[in-house]
């Protein structure tokens, strides 16, 4: 089996792969790989089409009848402010033309609504996935199983659904923080060939969540700007680039993003990424030999990202980048230029103090300093010594950003940690570090097959994040990347060195996905145990503390190898809406 989907699925990616990368807005027509049960599946089907609730945890094949009970009613609790959401299924027998579907709003037995504005529904689209497979390391398509997979969230008005297909629907409903507690009904109408009519409730609870701005999860996806450019087809830094940028980042803003990702040097990450990542601020070397910097597009940039909501924290990539390569123009000669250099060279040292004095007098005077770190990714400790050495320096204030390793000897320099998912802070350190505020957070990437967020992930293991960081004390969860896009990512997340998705959490459009949705329903639910804990504590309510803190136990990446994200997830919900 996997050799000859690895064959369809090559001929697939060099057809895709010979094109220019599409423009976000195009349409686009979906991949396809058959599975191989598809064909038998759907013999045993008696009606030309079905139309179901599903579980938003589940990926649903395109191409197999979905064997599942039919539902017709959905109900689900939710606090006041919470985003709750399910999936729908349609598959036929028969080509549609055209699926559309109604929404109304939700009333209770008082009249009052929870508004049709809040309720939003979005056809999933597949797009070609691959397999873990050893996780890091440079790959091609016909060395691994590839498939496609059900993830991006697309509002177009109707879709066509061919014969023995199924396509899935994402409805989502935000309660509003204001809501009366109690039952609220109502119904989706989807017109599939003729009309179908789904009932749903939600039980909105006497608990308010708080809006995304003050969620205390900090959550860092890094964001790149250049690749919004590339899909949209518009000129870096153009008003038009800014204005396409807006809607992805009060997305981001809206899910509680914390960081604003920053590159002050061309390619910090040696260009491991499909499109470039260039620095906000341009070097200039002057004829006289001394230094000018350009803040231009840095200070635009940085306030733009704080208008659409994410605005705690300025990080700064990096004094230690992947390649120690640092360019510059250099007006002697008219033409940029790079200057090669090992970290804590004399060489190294002084291009860095000079700019550093220039940065910190800048920020300082724009009121950003003391929210800026300078931030190092996955560095040696003895790189980072130096680095410290120098920033405390300029200033003793500096702050300083470190996703990596955990090392004791500079753990107390570090102001935002982020350590993988494999390793755990001392109790004692953890407990200082959130009383001193701060930020103490894991990271997954393509080291880890679980928990993760490739497209091939189950959805739920991306709620089971956020609850991996409740269980143990963690602030947050940092991911890179919330849009590092591949060539054509609406069709095909495969990348050339990491497992499929690892580059990306949203599509171009902007469009959502099931990844990003049930990122924020773990990280709704932290925000839920956090709330819940302060009210246990403060009230002594020993047996309910007692009853959440037994369930948070179960979260433990090990158990992840016999006991799917899903079970753990489901059996620990429950106690969240008692």
């Given at each position: 089996?996997?050799?000859?989907?690895?064959?369809?699925?090559?001929?697939?990616?060099?057809?895709?792969?010979?094109?220019?990368?599409?423009p976000?807005?195009?349409?686009?027509?979906?991949?396809?790989?058959p599975?191989?049960?598809?064909?038998?599946?759907?013999?045993?089907m008696?009606s030309?089409?079905?139309?179901?609730?599903?579980?938003?945890?589940?990926?649903?094949?395109?191409?197999?009848?979905?064997?599942?009970q039919?539902?017709k009613?959905?109900?689900?609790?939710?606090?006041?402010g919470?985003?709750?959401?399910?999936?729908?299924?349609?598959?036929?027998?028969?080509?549609?033309?055209?699926?559309?579907?109604?929404?109304?709003?939700l009333?209770?037995?008082?009249?009052?609504?929870?508004?049709?504005?809040?309720?939003?529904?979005?056809?999933?689209?597949?797009?070609?996935?691959?397999?873990?497979?050893?996780?890091?390391?440079?790959?091609?398509?016909?060395?691994?199983?590839?498939?496609?997979?059900?993830?991006?969230?697309?509002?177009?008005?109707?879709?066509?659904?061919?014969?023995?297909?199924?396509?899935?629907?994402?409805?989502?409903?935000?309660?509003?923080?204001?809501?009366?507690?109690?039952?609220?009904?109502?119904?989706?109408?989807?017109?599939?060939?003729?009309?179908?009519?789904?009932?749903?409730?939600?039980?909105?609870?006497?608990?308010?969540?708080?809006p995304?701005?003050?969620?205390?999860?900090?959550?860092?996806?890094?964001?790149?700007?250049?690749?919004?450019?590339?899909?949209?087809?518009?000129?870096?830094?153009s008003?038009?680039?800014?204005?396409?940028?807006?809607?992805?980042?009060?997305?981001?803003?809206?899910?509680?993003?914390?960081?604003?990702?920053?590159?002050?040097?061309?390619?910090?990450?040696?260009?491991?990424?499909?499109d470039?990542?260039?620095?906000?601020?341009?070097?200039?070397?002057?004829?006289?030999?001394?230094?000018?910097?350009?803040?231009?597009?840095?200070?635009?940039?940085?306030?733009?990202?704080?208008?659409?909501?994410?605005?705690?924290?300025?990080?700064?990539?990096?004094?230690?980048p992947?390649?120690?390569?640092?360019?510059?123009?250099?007006?002697?000669?008219?033409?940029?230029?790079?200057?090669?250099t090992?970290?804590?060279?004399?060489?190294?040292?002084?291009?860095?103090t000079?700019?550093?004095?220039?940065?910190?007098?800048?920020?300082?005077?724009?009121?950003?300093?003391?929210?800026?770190?300078?931030?190092?990714?996955?560095?040696?400790m003895?790189?980072?010594q130096?680095?410290?050495?120098?920033?405390?320096?300029?200033?003793?204030?500096?702050?300083?950003?470190?996703?990596?390793?955990?090392?004791?000897q500079?753990?107390?320099?570090?102001?935002?940690?982020?350590?993988?998912?494999?390793?755990?802070?001392?109790?004692?350190?953890?407990?200082?570090?959130?009383?001193?505020?701060?930020?103490?957070?894991?990271?997954?990437?393509?080291?880890?097959?679980?928990?993760?967020?490739?497209?091939?992930?189950?959805?739920?293991?991306?709620?089971?994040?956020?609850?991996?960081?409740a269980?143990?004390?963690?602030?947050?969860?940092?991911?890179?990347?919330?849009?590092?896009?591949v060539?054509?990512?609406?069709?095909?997340?495969?990348?050339?060195?990491?497992?499929?998705?690892?580059?990306?959490?949203?599509y171009?459009?902007?469009?959502?996905?099931?990844?990003?949705?049930?990122?924020?329903e773990?990280i709704?639910?932290?925000?839920?145990?956090?709330?819940?804990?302060?009210?246990?504590?403060?009230?002594?309510?020993?047996?309910?503390?007692?009853?959440?803190?037994?369930?948070?136990?179960?979260?433990?990446i090990?158990?992840?190898?016999?006991?799917?994200?899903?079970?753990?997830?489901?059996?620990?919900?429950?106690?969240?809406?008692?």
């Amino acid at each position: 089996m996997k050799k000859i989907l690895s064959i369809f699925a090559v001929c697939l990616y060099t057809a895709v792969s010979a094109q220019n990368s599409q423009p976000a807005a195009a349409a686009f027509e979906e991949p396809f790989i058959p599975s191989p049960q598809a064909a038998e599946s759907w013999a045993k089907m008696t009606s030309n089409t079905e139309v179901s609730f599903a579980s938003s945890n589940q990926r649903y094949a395109k191409d197999v009848m979905p064997q599942l009970q039919l539902q017709k009613t959905w109900t689900s609790a939710a606090w006041r402010g919470e985003k709750v959401h399910t999936q729908i299924l349609v598959w036929t027998k028969q080509d549609i033309s055209g699926i559309t579907y109604t929404l109304t709003e939700l009333k209770n037995d008082k009249n009052k609504a929870i508004p049709a504005g809040n309720i939003q529904a979005g056809f999933v689209r597949y797009v070609i996935t691959d397999e873990f497979a050893g996780g890091c390391g440079y790959r091609k398509p016909q060395d691994f199983d590839s498939s496609i997979i059900a993830d991006a969230i697309d509002t177009v008005a109707q879709i066509a659904l061919n014969a023995k297909n199924v396509r899935p629907l994402w409805l989502t409903v935000a309660v509003p923080a204001d809501a009366e507690p109690g039952k609220y009904s109502g119904s989706i109408k989807i017109n599939a060939g003729k009309s179908y009519t789904l009932n749903y409730n939600i039980l909105v609870k006497d608990r308010v969540l708080p809006p995304p701005a003050e969620w205390k999860f900090d959550l860092d996806l890094w964001q790149h700007p250049a690749a919004i450019a590339r899909v949209h087809n518009v000129e870096l830094w153009s008003d038009k680039h800014f204005e396409y940028m807006r809607s992805y980042y009060t997305m981001l803003a809206k899910a509680g993003q914390k960081c604003i990702t920053a590159s002050i040097m061309n390619e910090p990450w040696g260009h491991q990424t499909y499109d470039d990542f260039p620095s906000l601020i341009r070097w200039i070397k002057q004829k006289d030999g001394s230094w000018r910097y350009d803040y231009t597009v840095f200070d635009k940039y940085i306030a733009f990202v704080m208008d659409c909501g994410i605005k705690q924290r300025i990080n700064c990539y990096s004094m230690v980048p992947w390649a120690l390569s640092f360019s510059y123009f250099d007006e002697a000669s008219s033409k940029d230029t790079v200057l090669k250099t090992e970290i804590g060279t004399a060489e190294y040292n002084l291009h860095w103090t000079n700019m550093l004095r220039n940065f910190t007098q800048h920020l300082k005077a724009k009121g950003w300093f003391d929210i800026t770190t300078i931030a190092m990714d996955e560095r040696p400790m003895k790189s980072m010594q130096m680095v410290i050495s120098i920033l405390k320096t300029i200033d003793k204030n500096w702050k300083i950003a470190l996703a990596g390793n955990y090392h004791p000897q500079i753990e107390k320099y570090i102001y935002d940690y982020c350590i993988a998912s494999n390793l755990t802070f001392p109790d004692a350190v953890l407990k200082k570090r959130i009383t001193e505020g701060k930020p103490s957070t894991y990271y997954t990437c393509c080291t880890e097959n679980y928990p993760n967020g490739f497209t091939f992930s189950p959805p739920a293991e991306h709620v089971w994040i956020g609850w991996y960081a409740a269980a143990k004390g963690f602030t947050g969860y940092l991911r890179w990347a919330y849009n590092s896009w591949v060539a054509n990512p609406l069709t095909d997340s495969r990348f050339k060195a990491w497992p499929a998705g690892d580059t990306y959490q949203v599509y171009p459009g902007p469009k959502t996905s099931i990844r990003f949705e049930k990122l924020i329903e773990g990280i709704q639910d932290f925000e839920k145990i956090r709330i819940l804990r302060d009210e246990y504590t403060r009230l002594g309510n020993v047996v309910a503390l007692s009853k959440l803190e037994a369930a948070l136990k179960q979260f433990d990446i090990q158990k992840l190898k016999t006991i799917p994200a899903q079970q753990m997830v489901d059996e620990a919900k429950a106690i969240l809406n008692e």
